[in-house]
């Protein structure tokens, strides 16, 4: 048996990123910047991508009027980081700016696949966490508890704090009044998946 074929790839070449190489790139791949390195992700399933909608449903629905919900959108740190998370909040003022710089958003919120564990619990957070970002959110869809919400909160020592880490229905204050039926996305989820749990 021979081995495939496999011809050199630009994407391999090159191993310190800036947002302006972002431009030279194809425009149908999803594409982030963590701290110079490029991360080409899959399109997530329908699924993780349903969990998105219905968190943004929930934030929108109380959202202040000066601040708008949306889903997959680029966050502007600096010429090596540009992250985009699932859903995010930002001002209002913004709506036709893309990427976003990281200062106008009060939220970020990621979920989990399992590609991205290690990243969305670690990298981001660290990252998200120098350039100021008050508010970042992890869903995990894959726990034995069922899907669970970690919320973590920007403290004066520029670090993120876990604030609580939940499967039960979670109510907040901050960034704004909100409640996540966390119990209700969880029968959706196996309502989706006829009853079974994803394969991780």
């Not at 680029?74 to 913004?94: C, F, N, T, Y």
Request: aromatic share 4%; hydrophobic share 45%.
């Amino acid at each position: 048996m021979t081995a495939a074929l496999q011809l050199p790839s630009p994407l391999d070449e090159k191993r310190d990123w800036t947002v302006d190489d972002l431009a030279s790139l194809p425009k149908d791949l999803r594409y982030e910047l963590i701290d110079g390195r490029l991360v080409v992700s899959p399109s997530p399933t329908p699924l993780h991508q349903d969990l998105g909608v219905r968190l943004l449903l929930a934030l929108e629905a109380v959202c202040p009027p000066d601040l708008m919900v949306v889903t997959d959108l680029s966050l502007r740190i600096d010429a090596r980081s540009e992250p985009r998370p699932d859903v995010v909040v930002i001002d209002r003022k913004l709506v036709s700016v893309s990427p976003v710089p990281v200062e106008a958003a009060v939220l970020a919120v990621e979920v989990i696949s399992p590609d991205s564990t290690i990243r969305d619990l670690h990298s981001k957070p660290r990252m998200l966490a120098k350039a100021g970002l008050p508010n970042y959110w992890v869903v995990d869809p894959f726990h034995a508890e069922g899907i669970v919400l970690a919320v973590f909160r920007l403290g004066s020592d520029g670090q993120y704090a876990l604030v609580t880490e939940t499967h039960r229905v979670f109510e907040t204050d901050v960034p704004f009044p909100v409640t996540v039926d966390l119990p209700a996305l969880e029968v959706r989820r196996r309502m989706l998946l006829g009853g079974s749990l994803p394969e991780v």
